[in-house]
C-alpha cells in the first residue's frame, strides 16, 4: 500500500475514533455535568412502536446507579447477594466484561444497592459506594488499584447511603465525606493519598454531586448541601464564597454554572435559588422562589432557560436569569430528564415510561414515548425508576434494577 495512501487510511479512522468518542459520557451528567449531550443527528420524533432495542442486559444487580460510557466501555455498579460491585459492559452488544468488589450492601426502605455513578479518568474509573468506600480500578480489567473509606475522613453515612458522583479534576479525586474534619476532600488521583481537607467548610453530607467552575482567577468546586452553596479553592479546599440554603430532608440536585451565576433547587417544598458571584467573590442572591422544587431527577439548562420537574407543578420552563415561570404541564409524571439535540428526554420514575418532548418555551410538545419492558421484580415497595437516562453515541441507555436497557436515537 502506498504511503499516501496509508496517511489517508490512518486520518480516516483517527477522524472515526474522535467521532465516537465526542458522544462519550464519562461521567455523571455527561462530560460538563449538566445532563447536556453535544450530539446532533438524533431523532426528532419516535415510531408509535417505540424505540428499537440495541439490548438488554439483565444481571446489573439492584440499586440505581448510573452510567458512564467511554471507549466502548459502560461503567455503573450494583448489588448481587451481599455485594455492592462495580460494573463494566460492552457498549456494542451488552456483554459483561468484569465486576469488581466494592463493599457490603447498605440496606433501607427505598431499595438497597449503589445510587451514584461512576467516574471515567483515562485509564482509571472511580467509584462511591453506597457505605462510603471510594474505589479506582483499572478500566480495562476491573483491578481495583486503591481503595479509601468516607469514615477515614471523619464522614458519616447519609441516611439514603452516600449517592455522590465523585469528581476528578486535574491530579484529584474529589468527594463529600462531609463532618468536622471538612466536608470535602481531594485525593490524589494516582494513589489515593489526602491532599486536602475542607477545615473551614464542615456541613455533613448530603446527595449532590460537586461541578467546577473558573471564577475570578481560580479554579472552583461548587457543591450543595443541606446548609449551604459553596466555592472551594481546587488548589487546598479554602473556602472563596458561600451562601445559605434552607434544605430539608434529602438535598439531591446538582448546581449549575453559567456566566457567574450559580443556579441550585431541591425538594420537599424548598423550591430555588439563583446566586451571583461578583468580582473578589462578593455573593448574592439574584431570586429565590419555588417555581422549580425538583426533588431528585435533575433539571437542565438549555440557552436561557431550565426544564426540569417541580414537585406540584409538573414538567416547567423557567427562566434561569429572572426565576420566572415560563410554562408548566402536568402531561407527564415526575422523573428525570437530559437533553440532546434539541430534545428533552424524560422519564416517568412512577410507571417507567419515557417520552421524546422538544426543549421549547412555548410549552410542552412531545414527540414520541414508549414504556420500559420487562420490568423488574425485585424494587421495593416505596422504590421507582430512578435511574437518570443517558444518551451516548447514539443511543439511549436507562435502567430499572437489574435491567439496563439500550436503544437506538440515531
Given at each position: 500500500?502506498?504511503?499516501?495512501?496509508?496517511?489517508?487510511?490512518?486520518?480516516?479512522?483517527?477522524?472515526?475514533?474522535?467521532?465516537?468518542?465526542?458522544?462519550?459520557?464519562?461521567?455523571?451528567?455527561?462530560?460538563?455535568?449538566?445532563?447536556?449531550?453535544?450530539?446532533?443527528?438524533?431523532?426528532?420524533?419516535?415510531?408509535?412502536?417505540?424505540?428499537?432495542?440495541?439490548?438488554?442486559?439483565?444481571?446489573?444487580?439492584?440499586?440505581?446507579?448510573?452510567?458512564?460510557?467511554?471507549?466502548?466501555?459502560?461503567?455503573?455498579?450494583?448489588?448481587?447477594?451481599?455485594?455492592?460491585?462495580?460494573?463494566?459492559?460492552?457498549?456494542?452488544?451488552?456483554?459483561?466484561?468484569?465486576?469488581?468488589?466494592?463493599?457490603?450492601?447498605?440496606?433501607?426502605?427505598?431499595?438497597?444497592?449503589?445510587?451514584g455513578t461512576?467516574?471515567?479518568?483515562?485509564?482509571?474509573?472511580?467509584?462511591?459506594?453506597?457505605?462510603?468506600?471510594?474505589?479506582?480500578?483499572?478500566?480495562?480489567?476491573?483491578?481495583?488499584?486503591?481503595?479509601?473509606?468516607?469514615?477515614?475522613?471523619?464522614?458519616?453515612?447519609?441516611?439514603?447511603?452516600?449517592?455522590?458522583?465523585?469528581?476528578?479534576?486535574?491530579?484529584?479525586?474529589?468527594?463529600?465525606?462531609?463532618?468536622?474534619?471538612?466536608?470535602?476532600?481531594?485525593?490524589?488521583?494516582?494513589?489515593?493519598?489526602?491532599?486536602?481537607?475542607?477545615?473551614?467548610?464542615?456541613?455533613?453530607?448530603?446527595?449532590?454531586?460537586?461541578?467546577?467552575?473558573?471564577?475570578?482567577?481560580?479554579?472552583?468546586?461548587?457543591?450543595?448541601?443541606?446548609?449551604?452553596i459553596v466555592?472551594?479553592?481546587?488548589?487546598?479546599?479554602?473556602?472563596?464564597?458561600?451562601?445559605?440554603?434552607?434544605?430539608?430532608?434529602?438535598?439531591?440536585?446538582?448546581?449549575?454554572?453559567?456566566?457567574?451565576?450559580?443556579?441550585?433547587?431541591?425538594?420537599?417544598?424548598?423550591?430555588?435559588?439563583?446566586?451571583?458571584?461578583?468580582?473578589?467573590?462578593?455573593?448574592?442572591?439574584?431570586?429565590?422562589?419555588?417555581?422549580?422544587?425538583?426533588?431528585?431527577?435533575?433539571?437542565?439548562?438549555?440557552?436561557?432557560?431550565?426544564?426540569?420537574?417541580?414537585?406540584?407543578?409538573?414538567?416547567?420552563?423557567?427562566?434561569?436569569?429572572?426565576?420566572?415561570?415560563?410554562?408548566?404541564?402536568?402531561?407527564?409524571?415526575?422523573?428525570?430528564?437530559?437533553?440532546?439535540?434539541?430534545?428533552?428526554?424524560?422519564?416517568?420514575?412512577?410507571?417507567?415510561?419515557?417520552?421524546?418532548?422538544?426543549?421549547?418555551?412555548?410549552?410542552?410538545?412531545?414527540?414520541?414515548?414508549?414504556?420500559?419492558?420487562?420490568?423488574?421484580?425485585?424494587?421495593?415497595?416505596?422504590?421507582?425508576?430512578?435511574?437518570?437516562?443517558?444518551?451516548?453515541?447514539?443511543?439511549?441507555?436507562?435502567?430499572?434494577?437489574?435491567?439496563?436497557?439500550?436503544?437506538?436515537?440515531k
Amino acid at each position: 500500500m502506498r504511503p499516501k495512501r496509508l496517511l489517508t487510511l490512518a486520518a480516516l479512522c483517527l477522524f472515526l475514533q474522535l467521532s465516537v468518542d465526542a458522544g462519550d459520557w464519562p461521567q455523571w451528567r455527561g462530560p460538563s455535568r449538566n445532563d447536556v449531550s453535544l450530539e446532533t443527528g438524533l431523532l426528532k420524533s419516535w415510531p408509535t412502536k417505540g424505540l428499537k432495542q440495541a439490548w438488554l442486559f439483565k444481571d446489573a444487580g439492584i440499586g440505581y446507579s448510573g452510567f458512564s460510557i467511554s471507549k466502548g466501555r459502560l461503567f455503573t455498579m450494583g448489588a448481587r447477594a451481599d455485594q455492592e460491585l462495580l460494573i463494566a459492559l460492552d457498549t456494542k452488544d451488552g456483554h459483561e466484561l468484569w465486576a469488581t468488589p466494592m463493599g457490603g450492601v447498605y440496606p433501607n426502605n427505598w431499595g438497597d444497592g449503589p445510587r451514584g455513578t461512576p467516574t471515567v479518568d483515562g485509564n482509571y474509573v472511580f467509584s462511591l459506594a453506597a457505605k462510603g468506600g471510594l474505589i479506582a480500578a483499572d478500566v480495562a480489567t476491573g483491578k481495583t488499584l486503591w481503595k479509601v473509606e468516607a469514615k477515614d475522613f471523619g464522614g458519616k453515612v447519609p441516611d439514603w447511603g452516600y449517592c455522590e458522583s465523585v469528581l476528578t479534576d486535574g491530579d484529584h479525586v474529589i468527594f463529600t465525606p462531609g463532618g468536622a474534619k471538612g466536608a470535602v476532600v481531594a485525593l490524589h488521583k494516582m494513589t489515593g493519598k489526602l491532599a486536602w481537607q475542607s477545615k473551614d467548610f464542615t456541613d455533613d453530607a448530603h446527595y449532590s454531586s460537586i461541578i467546577t467552575a473558573d471564577l475570578n482567577g481560580a479554579h472552583q468546586l461548587i457543591q450543595l448541601t443541606a446548609k449551604s452553596i459553596v466555592g472551594l479553592n481546587s488548589k487546598d479546599g479554602a473556602v472563596l464564597w458561600k451562601s445559605d440554603w434552607q434544605g430539608k430532608v434529602a438535598v439531591i440536585p446538582t448546581p449549575i454554572y453559567k456566566d457567574g451565576h450559580v443556579y441550585v433547587t431541591s425538594g420537599y417544598s424548598v423550591g430555588c435559588k439563583l446566586v451571583k458571584i461578583d468580582a473578589g467573590n462578593q455573593v448574592s442572591d439574584v431570586y429565590v422562589n419555588k417555581v422549580i422544587k425538583n426533588h431528585h431527577g435533575g433539571v437542565v439548562l438549555v440557552g436561557g432557560h431550565l426544564y426540569g420537574h417541580s414537585d406540584g407543578a409538573g414538567w416547567v420552563c423557567q427562566d434561569f436569569l429572572t426565576g420566572q415561570e415560563v410554562w408548566s404541564s402536568k402531561a407527564f409524571g415526575k422523573g428525570a430528564v437530559s437533553y440532546a439535540d434539541g430534545m428533552l428526554y424524560c422519564l416517568d420514575e412512577g410507571s417507567g415510561t419515557v417520552v421524546l418532548a422538544e426543549a421549547s418555551t412555548k410549552g410542552w410538545s412531545e414527540k414520541g414515548r414508549f414504556t420500559l419492558t420487562p420490568q423488574t421484580t425485585l424494587r421495593k415497595r416505596d422504590g421507582r425508576v430512578w435511574t437518570h437516562p443517558v444518551i451516548s453515541n447514539g443511543r439511549l441507555y436507562l435502567r430499572d434494577q437489574e435491567l439496563i436497557f439500550a436503544f437506538e436515537v440515531k
